[in-house]
């Protein structure tokens, strides 16, 4: 045994060096100390950490690393622990306990070197220390544990690196991140609790990509630095691909799409450039499918080579068929039974163009039209859509309809001044079995019954309904008011438009015939009264038989619906106006106004659907709504009698047929309606609708509703059942006339508001 050096057993001083080398955040400094210990020992002066320190591990020395492994470590008795390194810190105690809090050895406890390693660890796992060094001291009474701290310093600010001036944070993020540790000492467990937070924001934004690293720097007065790469958007690329998926063919060639690429990348609002956000892109790509033009879309994330964060978002869309051939048939009152016919196509020359043919022949008329839409003007910042269409049509209007009180029908060979003539004056058929005839002309038929005097009128019934040819052709540009920026989702739409057609009263053998008269007062030897003859077309006194009609129109909407399919919440608003300008004696010359407000309010009052009634841990699955509409409209001016506004039927005043309501110049109309959920694809409606012309009937030019004695005012109250089906709600109805016995059923397509 070696000789005592200074009073100490060097035995248990040599012993410990070999078995509890110091540990150190840094490097190993060895336990066997040759000169008295002071008593408070002075802190060892270091330098200020620029990165945290990594939990260190024992280094043996070289002699240890030769030795042989010792069967079991010894255990060593501590008579003291002692801490150093705080002194002068603003929370020395705070420090000090902390070090104690992390440690388990205590005075009196006997440890190896493995639980001293196990402490230092401890010590650094609290946070609060840049460096941490136990130095064992041979004492007397045993060994003394002097830990040795470097804390870490108080937190006077956090910084990003790698943030541009476009970041995404809000300037008050950080802030209010990290408010509640400033001016505290810092501690990297709560540095680390805080950087989640950071993280958590981005990923709730949507920047899917973001990561926030480190510390990594922390500078000795208390400024933390922090990586943040947020994700870069490198470029955009369109790949296309086949029904398998595949982005080649069978001979390894790319495949060719037919649509430009820029009519996807147009819907994309992501640039190179841009912060990646996942919710962004989402949009974007409903936005793709909302064309129509793909079946599917896939997205992939490309890395880029050398810039880290940074992406190429690849595009692999899917193109579904746009050319179509439809046909099919169907029965409406203005058309009697149908055919229709479509040919389309809504990807014309890979532009997103749609031109479509569509031709429509029923028992009272038919449909001949070609339309144009380009749904976004290339180049156009604020997304306008333009949409032109020519047209011919044959059809019976519904203002000289009705289901219970007869139609117009058409007359000819009306005499000279039979406007001129009283009220009261009786019309009559010339070819009368009344009178013999038939006559070439009134004026025959007036030299051959001179008794019939100056104020009787004749005309011949010609016995077709009135129907109505246009030809024409409209064009419209529509926008949303955006501001500039075609994605966002801007409540408010714009509509102007010009319209041009010539109109022609005719029979259904296509003559000329602007005069009509009222079935259901026509007497059976053949007579009536002047009055129950009107004048289909504007200025037919003065020998007019076709009108021109050339508009301007100028709409607008607001829609804050929740769901464009079956709303519960929200609104709608459409306001329009539309200018008719003579071009002509025969040109009429007036204005139309017309203004609707649709109201949602969400309620749960039945609960018949098993989605109403969740169980715990579900959810609710109730879409029920109460709904308010109101619709008004007026024309100004001298407005032909063909462009009255017409009340009743399915999307109307629905205990009424179609215009049996009422023919107005003026119009209002109220809906109260309840939907409720009753299966998966069914639901309920119970419903009152109201309808007046405000006393109109008798503005419109030859007063038909008064002639086909349509009310002009009316409520109907009803019931409903609505299946979803693959072209739209579909709804069963049956609704009263004014809470009376007269009931309607009415099968409709799609929602009436």
Request: glycine share 10%.
């Amino acid at each position: 045994m070696a000789a005592p050096r200074n009073g100490k057993n060097h035995a248990w001083s040599l012993g410990l060096a070999l078995t509890l080398p110091l540990v150190a955040g840094v490097g190993p400094v060895w336990g066997q100390d040759t000169s008295p210990e002071p008593e408070d020992p002075a802190p060892t002066e270091q330098p200020a950490s620029e990165t945290p320190s990594v939990r260190p591990s024992l280094a043996p020395s070289a002699s240890e690393s030769l030795a042989p492994a010792a069967p079991a470590e010894p255990r060593v008795l501590i008579s003291e622990v002692v801490v150093q390194g705080a002194e002068g810190h603003p929370e020395q105690e705070r420090m000090e306990i902390a070090v104690y809090d992390a440690m388990a050895t205590r005075p009196g406890s006997r440890v190896t070197r493995g639980e001293l390693q196990t402490d230092l660890s401890a010590i650094y796992a609290s946070g609060w220390f840049s460096d941490v060094r136990i130095q064992p001291v041979d004492s007397p009474l045993g060994v003394r544990l002097v830990v040795t701290v470097v804390p870490n310093p108080v937190l006077t600010k956090v910084e990003l690196e790698g943030v541009s001036a476009s970041t995404k944070l809000p300037e008050n993020l950080l802030p209010d991140i990290f408010a509640a540790d400033y001016g505290k000492t810092l501690n990297l467990n709560a540095l680390q609790a805080r950087i989640a937070e950071l993280q958590k924001w981005y990923a709730d934004q949507g920047y899917s990509l973001a990561r926030v690293t480190g510390p990594t720097r922390v500078s000795p007065a208390g400024v933390v630095q922090l990586l943040v790469r947020e994700g870069t958007v490198a470029g955009v690329e369109v790949q296309f691909l086949n029904k398998e998926g595949d982005s080649t063919n069978d001979k390894g060639q790319p495949i060719r799409g037919k649509t430009k690429t820029w009519v996807v990348t147009r819907e994309i609002s992501i640039k190179a450039g841009d912060t990646f956000n996942r919710r962004q892109l989402e949009d974007d790509i409903k936005r793709l499918y909302g064309t129509g033009l793909f079946g599917d879309v896939k997205v992939t994330l490309r890395p880029v080579a050398g810039e880290p964060g940074a992406v190429t978002i690849v595009l692999g869309v899917v193109e579904q068929s746009t050319g179509s051939l439809s046909g099919g048939i169907g029965y409406s009152q203005s058309q009697g039974i149908f055919g229709q016919i479509q040919l389309q196509d809504s990807n014309l020359f890979g532009r997103a163009w749609d031109l479509a043919l569509n031709v429509t022949y029923g028992q009272f008329g038919g449909l001949a039209d070609l339309s144009f839409t380009d749904p976004w003007i290339k180049g156009d910042k604020y997304r306008t859509a333009f949409r032109t269409k020519v047209f011919l049509s044959r059809e019976v209007p519904q203002v000289f309809q009705s289901q219970q009180n007869g139609n117009f029908y058409t007359v000819s060979d009306v005499s000279q001044g039979f406007f001129n003539a009283p009220s009261t004056a009786l019309a009559y058929q010339s070819n009368s079995t009344v009178y013999a005839g038939p006559y070439a002309s009134p004026t025959a038929a007036k030299a051959a019954n001179p008794q019939l005097g100056d104020n009787n009128n004749w005309f011949q019934l010609d016995g077709n309904a009135v129907a109505i040819q246009r030809i024409g052709g409209t064009a419209s540009f529509a926008r949303p008011l955006n501001g500039g920026d075609p994605y966002k989702k801007a409540p408010w739409n714009v509509v102007v438009g010009l319209n041009a057609q010539q109109v022609k009263p005719i029979n259904f053998a296509g003559e000329e015939m602007p005069y009509a008269t009222a079935s259901n007062n026509f007497t059976g030897n053949g007579t009536t009264t002047v009055s129950n003859v009107i004048c289909v077309a504007y200025n037919c006194e003065n020998g007019a038989t076709t009108n021109q009609l050339v508009g301007l129109r100028l709409a607008a909407s607001m829609n804050t619906l929740n769901d464009p399919r079956n709303p519960t919440k929200g609104n709608f608003l459409s306001v329009g106006t539309e200018q008719f300008v003579s071009v002509g004696q025969d040109s009429p010359t007036f204005n139309r106004l017309r203004a609707s407000a649709t109201h949602y309010i969400p309620v749960n009052w039945l609960k018949l659907y098993k989605g109403c009634r969740p169980k715990p841990g579900q959810k609710e699955d109730c879409k029920q709504a109460l709904a308010f509409q109101a619709s008004v409209g007026t024309n100004l001016g001298n407005m032909p009698v063909y462009e009255a506004f017409c009340l009743g039927g399915s999307n109307s005043v629905r205990g009424y047929y179609d215009c049996d309501l009422g023919v107005g110049k003026s119009f209002g109309e109220a809906t109260v309606e309840y939907r409720f959920p009753i299966f998966s694809i069914i639901s309920g409606e119970v419903f009152v609708d109201a309808g007046s012309t405000f006393g109109s009937q008798a503005d419109v030019p030859g007063n038909p509703g008064t002639l086909l004695d349509k009310p002009g005012d009316g409520v109907s109250p009803g019931v409903g059942v609505i299946v979803t089906t693959p072209v739209g709600p579909l709804r069963l109805e049956v609704a009263s006339q004014d809470f009376t016995n007269t009931w309607r059923f009415n099968l409709g397509v799609g929602w009436k508001f």
